[in-house]
């Protein structure tokens, strides 16, 4: 009967956790102040099955700071990061974070570069750009900032080292993309 009772509460558990991540993912697409309140709530009450929230409260800082960071350019725009690197060119760079690239054979790392013109891979035995207007609906999933060509010819999936950098990276992102579809 222990046993069982045992197996009941790690599933609710688990239960609990992944009901909290779904409400993460959402509030990270709205980018709401009053979700991190919420989700604070929940995960101080969340039981894990294991009894490690690690991941979790690294998700929780992340939105924490995309919320700030979205409020920020909200109001004064996105921010211009100094580099040095020589393939960002006349180029505004806006973010800039060390990554890999799962999905490739070869898995290269390298640097990520989001500039007002392309996403920028310097890495592996391959570097790779592409332009914004090339690109739909960039998207965050867990740690990795996911680019899909409009003519959905190439996915390019992006793994950060945080959750942080990968939400960042979307919503910077998501801005640029989006920037380059307005049509007057």
């Known amino acids: 009967m222990g046993f069982f009772r045992r197996f009941l509460r790690t599933r609710d558990a688990e239960?609990?956790?992944?009901?909290?991540?779904?409400?993460?993912?959402?509030?990270?697409?709205?980018?709401?102040?009053?979700?991190?309140?919420?989700l604070r709530g929940r995960l101080d009450q969340l039981s894990a099955p294991d009894g490690d929230?690690?991941?979790?409260?690294?998700?929780?800082?992340?939105?924490?700071?995309?919320?700030?960071?979205?409020a920020a350019v909200a109001e004064s725009g996105l921010p211009a990061i100094a580099t040095g690197h020589r393939v960002v060119g006349t180029d505004v760079c806006h973010f800039t974070a060390p990554v890999s690239?799962?999905?490739?054979?070869?898995?290269?790392?390298?640097?990520?570069?989001?500039?007002n013109a392309r996403a920028i891979f310097v890495g592996g035995a391959r570097g790779m750009a592409v332009a914004w207007h090339a690109i739909t609906q960039p998207t965050q999933s867990h740690r990795d900032l996911i680019l899909i060509r409009t003519?959905?010819?190439?996915?390019?999936?992006?793994?950060?080292?945080?959750?942080?950098?990968?939400?960042?990276?979307?919503?910077?992102?998501?801005?640029?993309a989006g920037a380059k579809r307005v049509v007057t």
Request: aromatic content about 8%; overall charge negative.
């Open 15 to 38: 239960r609990e956790v992944k009901a909290w991540q779904e409400a993460w993912a959402k509030a990270v697409a709205n980018s709401d102040r009053q979700a991190v309140s919420e």
């Open 53 to 70: 929230l690690e991941i979790e409260r690294e998700m929780l800082e992340a939105l924490e700071h995309v919320v700030d960071f979205a």
């Open 101 to 115: 690239m799962p999905d490739d054979p070869t898995q290269p790392s390298g640097r990520l570069l989001l500039t």
């Open 151 to 176: 003519d959905g010819s190439t996915l390019y999936r992006f793994r950060c080292n945080s959750f942080d950098d990968a939400i960042c990276a979307a919503f910077i992102a998501r801005r640029l």
